[in-house]
């Protein structure tokens, strides 16, 4: 009887805080764990007794990296509860600040988290005094998407205009307009970045995922769009629950998502691009073929090309928002409490974001529930861990330790938003 087992204490370039350990037994992978050992942060308990347009701003808190992701998912919900829809500029508005947020989050993570597994270096400082013109790049590429959310959301991290309704203050034309001369050089970028990432040597592996993600019917998807998977799943975002569970496993301080009577299912850059392919924008889509990309990818080492095609697309679909923009009559709509529960799925850079409140003819918060990207990814890296290490016992421990943090890195975890309790209990004697 032989024994072996792959543990790394301390995951590094990912955001938050987790391990991995993997145990092998007579040459079978017996256990797989993605650990989550963050402390919780009971954001919802928070939310309750809140007036729900405080929702947006407390909700940002959760991620400095897709501030913008939790601030749609919210208020989105806190509309539908108050039966109210944001049409026209203001809903335009919200898709720009997306972008921003997508190309700043999509870039940081394909050049300074995960390149470097790729390259053989075990940063990306190490990895710019051979490649400096990439990381430069990213750099500046990072940088645009932050000024996006600067004059859209007040500041490029926390961002503070976003209000249930629309926006605190809407832009003028002309401070969109120096943003437009900054992405026709990011898309050009943007592009390079594709055709980069094309070139780097991807593992061969891919598995049979359920992909999960927003569809729009004529849109890729940012804000909204019925939730829709492969496998027949096409429900709105006020039937979640319905299909959805989360479960509380030991080990980790995350919550596990998984597919009533299914099991594991991915979301995320490879589930919403197989979903909606067609929904990219052409120069999306032809920078896809040329980076030998079909309109399905199931290898999610290539996920960093499909960060980088959604790049492309951020950039394009900002380019023509600023184009079209005209300033709307109010940096707002009225949106009057009335009692009542909202539902919201919004696509964060690293997945489907799930927002569900109940509030009072007040206003006031009575419950929330939010599910963020990595708790629903969170089973389907432990199987692929599985997966990837039943395939490669024959690898040396070092270099199969490293294929482990890279499958881990193809999701973009972001373990500081996956931390929460399913319910927590205080007895006092």
């Known amino acids: 009887m032989s024994g072996r087992t792959i543990k790394v204490d301390y995951l590094s370039r990912v955001e938050g805080e987790g391990s991995l350990f993997v145990r092998i037994k007579d040459e079978q992978v017996v256990d797989a764990q993605f650990k989550i050992f963050e402390p919780p942060r009971f954001f919802e308990a928070f939310l309750r007794g809140r007036h729900f347009t405080e929702a947006p701003d407390i909700t940002a808190r ?34 720009l600040l997306y972008c921003g947020e997508w190309i700043e989050s999509h870039v940081l993570h394909i050049s300074m988290l995960h390149a470097p597994d790729f390259l053989g270096y075990p940063d990306a400082i190490r990895m710019a005094a051979d490649h400096p013109e990439a990381v430069q790049r990213a750099l500046t ?3 645009i998407g932050n000024e996006i959310v600067t004059v859209l ?12 309704g629309g926006f605190h203050r809407a832009p003028r034309a002309r401070e969109l307009a120096p943003l437009s001369e900054r992405l026709k050089w990011g898309l050009d970028a943007a592009l390079e970045t594709v055709r980069w990432t094309a070139a780097l040597e991807i593992p061969d592996f891919s598995g049979d995922y359920e992909f999960v993600a927003l569809r729009h019917s004529d849109e890729y998807p940012f804000n909204e769009g019925k939730l829709v998977s492969d496998r027949g799943l096409d429900i709105p975002s006020r039937e979640y ?19 009533m009577g299914g099991g594991a299912y991915m979301v995320g850059p490879l589930a919403r691009y197989a979903l909606n392919f067609d929904r990219l924008s ?3 889509q032809e920078a896809a073929r040329a980076a030998g990309l079909g309109p399905i990818c199931r290898n999610p080492f290539r996920s960093i090309i499909v960060r980088a095609v959604e790049t ?30 909202g ?16 509030i009072d003819g007040s206003g006031i918060i009575r419950d929330a529930k939010i599910v963020p990207p990595t ?34 890195r193809n999701y973009d975890p972001c373990i500081s938003c996956a931390t929460h309790f399913l319910r927590l209990t205080i007895e006092r004697l």
């Open 241 to 259: 629950d319905h299909h959805f569970v989360e479960e509380h496993v030991e080990r980790t301080h995350a919550l596990h998502s998984i597919r």
């Open 153 to 164: 959301g007040g500041r490029e991290i926390h961002p503070i205009n976003v209000k249930v």
């Open 62 to 95: 959760i991620c400095g990296i897709c501030p913008v992701a939790y601030q749609m998912s919210a208020v989105h919900a806190m509309e539908d509860a108050c039966g109210v829809k944001v049409e026209g500029p203001l809903r335009e508005l919200r898709r």
């Open 343 to 358: 539902y919201a799925c919004t696509e964060a850079p690293r997945g489907m974001l799930y927002h569900r409140y109940r």
């Open 282 to 284: 052409p120069v999306a």
């Open 375 to 408: 708790a629903q990814n969170q089973k389907q890296i432990e199987d692929d861990l599985r997966r990837l290490v039943q395939g490669r016992l024959e690898l040396p421990q070092d270099q199969l330790t490293r294929q482990c943090e890279q499958a881990i």
């Open 312 to 341: 492309v697309y951020a950039c394009d679909e900002a380019l023509r928002i600023i184009g079209d923009y005209e300033p709307p009559p109010s940096p707002a709509i009225a949106v009057p409490p009335r009692a009542g529960t």
């Open 141 to 143: 590429l990072k940088k």
